[in-house]
């Protein structure tokens, strides 16, 4: 029972372009979402997160959308820079989180 | 610069021997979680902790996995015997509960 799903096992994308990554939820307790960063050989590192009470959270490059009625969230990165290129995990929970499978995300020069 | 730690970074074993793994989870955070990454489960949450108290552990085999939290310094995660198919890595974050967690870098298992 997948509570949290990343359908885009990969994305590849050019710099200077705009990365987005989807994750759906099937839990409506959840009250609280997360994006994780990891390169490889490290463990995963907090990127952005948003409540259940809002729509939209901003820093810098990263943007976190969610749409609560259609228990969706996603990640924009704009521009996309070569750095960038990791895996990226959504999760979800109120307290103990719920991880998806992680998209690898590409920045071509 | 406060971090999660773990050792051992790496671990290579036999089938049938113990494991244990140790976390030292970042000072005033009161949870402190145990995680699995395998390529086809992604990350797998198997044990939890908040204020040292185990609360839930439903993630973990029971016959052959433990974990405990004898101080608020320390948190172990133990697997005997161990098997191939518990070869992965194992990673410890730490957070107060209801935020987010910062992760350790992990522990790599290789069971023989």
């Known amino acids: 029972d997948q509570q949290v799903k990343q359908n885009s096992p990969s994305l590849s994308v050019q710099e200077g372009r705009i990365s987005i990554l989807n994750c759906d939820y099937t839990?409506?307790?959840?009250?609280?979402f997360l994006w994780y960063k990891k390169y490889p050989a490290e463990g995963p590192t907090f990127l952005i997160s948003?409540?259940?009470?809002?729509d939209k959270n901003e820093d810098g490059r990263f943007t976190v959308f969610l749409n609560k009625s259609a228990k969706h969230l996603s990640l924009h990165i704009v521009p996309s820079q070569p750095g960038d290129s990791a895996v990226y995990f959504c999760?979800?929970?109120?307290?103990?989180?719920?991880f998806g499978q992680g998209t690898i995300l590409t920045v071509h020069p | 610069d406060a971090r999660v730690t773990q050792t051992p970074r790496d671990k290579v074993t036999e089938m049938g021997q113990e494991v244990t793994m140790r976390c030292q989870p970042i000072l005033g955070h009161n949870t402190v979680f145990w995680y699995r990454q395998t390529m086809k489960q992604g990350l797998e949450l198997l044990a939890y902790f908040r204020n040292r108290a185990p609360l839930d552990d439903s993630g973990m085999p029971k016959d052959r996995f433990s974990a405990e939290m004898p101080d608020a310094t320390l948190a172990t995660l133990k697997i005997q015997p161990s098997e191939p198919r518990d070869s992965a890595v194992y990673f410890c974050?730490?957070?107060?509960?209801?935020?987010?967690?910062?992760f350790g870098p992990g522990t790599r298992l290789t069971v023989l």
């Open positions: 948003i409540s259940s009470i809002k």
């Open positions: 974050a730490s957070g107060l509960w209801g935020n987010e967690q910062f």
């Open positions: 999760a979800a929970g109120s307290g103990k989180l719920t």
């Open positions: 839990n409506s307790m959840f009250d609280y």
